[in-house]
């Protein structure tokens, strides 16, 4: 009997611990899932800044965008100046026929022969006033660009001797006293000259050359004249060269800037004792209207 009674409480107590230790497996099953852990937010840390660029030698690189470059802005700025130009009016060459008339300063001068003076020097033997009047022809080789300029001109020169006297005396008086000398020239010249501009300039560059036939040249010292052409002292054909600037002020007027260089010698060495290669040049300004 009491082996029956042992047996129940035996099978009695083991079905109660396998209930207590599943009600307890439940309870921390029901805990874990109530009281779940709280998870902490990662602190974010701060971005770490990149190292800069650098050369194999340790110098810094730094990159510079196409629109900030010079050579970009420069590309720009000429874009925009040919805009601007193909925008601007064509100032065309034309035909044209009208007179001209220039004033200006005449310069003769020598070099001193080495032969007669320690120093061999440049000086000035005649100066003053020089005009010009004729017509002139502008003959247009394109449209804008390239024309010819031509024409015939009559020339009067009236000039005074300056005082050095006691670098020269002449073959032809014996007094070397020129104080009162003076000289008068006149003559006939064709300039040739290639007239250069841009297609909207109303502004061209000239530059060529000009022949002049003598047609008088007459020194006076003191009353005594000598025609220095027919004496055989003046070369027969002058060549000089020119070059300077012409201005349109509108269709027909036009003001122009030259100087002239004569190239080859004006006298012979024979009328001046001491002084070689005597030549002149020429500053001028002038004005012309195309009559058509």
């Known amino acids: 009997m009491k082996r029956y009674i042992i047996g129940i409480l035996l099978t009695t107590a083991f079905a109660f611990a396998q209930d207590a230790s599943t009600d307890s497996a439940s309870s921390s099953t029901s805990s874990a899932t109530v009281k779940e852990p709280v998870e902490q937010t990662a602190i974010e840390e701060p971005v770490e800044q990149a190292a800069p660029e650098r050369t194999p030698e340790g110098y810094r690189i730094i990159r510079i965008s196409t629109e900030e470059?010079?050579?970009?802005?420069?590309?720009?700025?000429?874009?925009?100046k040919a805009e601007e130009e193909a925008k601007r009016?064509?100032?065309?060459?034309?035909?044209?026929?009208?007179?001209?008339?220039?004033?200006?300063?005449?310069s003769i001068s020598g070099i001193?022969?080495?032969?007669?003076?320690?120093?061999?020097?440049?000086?000035t033997i005649f100066s003053?006033?020089?005009?010009?009047?004729?017509?002139?022809?502008?003959?247009?080789?394109?449209?804008?660009?390239?024309?010819?300029?031509?024409?015939?001109?009559?020339g009067y020169t009236s000039?005074?001797?300056?005082?050095?006297?006691?670098?020269?005396?002449?073959?032809l008086y014996e007094d070397d006293d020129w104080s009162d000398a003076s000289l008068t020239q006149m003559r006939i010249s064709i300039p040739l000259l290639l007239a250069m501009k841009t297609r909207v300039s109303t502004a061209m560059f000239?530059?060529?050359a000009q022949v002049s036939f003598p047609i008088v040249d007459e020194m006076s010292n003191y009353g005594k004249k000598t025609d220095l052409i027919d004496e055989g002292f003046r070369a027969s054909v002058d060549v000089s060269l020119l070059f300077g600037i012409?201005?349109?002020?509108?269709?027909?007027?036009s003001i122009s800037a030259l100087l002239e260089i004569q190239l080859n010698d004006t006298y012979n060495n024979d009328i001046f004792i001491g002084v070689?290669?005597?030549?002149y040049f020429d500053i001028k300004v002038g004005a012309t209207y195309a009559v058509f």
């Open 206 to 208: 000239e530059l060529g």
């Open 112 to 123: 001193s022969d080495l032969n007669y003076y320690s120093v061999d020097s440049v000086f």
């Open 69 to 80: 470059t010079k050579v970009y802005k420069d590309s720009v700025a000429e874009v925009k």
């Open 246 to 253: 012409e201005i349109f002020v509108t269709k027909r007027l």
């Open 159 to 171: 000039l005074i001797a300056h005082n050095y006297t006691q670098y020269y005396r002449s073959t």
């Open 128 to 154: 003053g006033l020089s005009s010009q009047i004729g017509l002139a022809v502008l003959i247009p080789l394109n449209e804008c660009n390239f024309a010819i300029r031509t024409g015939a001109l009559f």
């Open 276 to 279: 070689n290669d005597v030549s």
């Open 89 to 106: 009016e064509t100032v065309p060459f034309k035909f044209s026929l009208g007179p001209t008339a220039t004033l200006g300063y005449r």
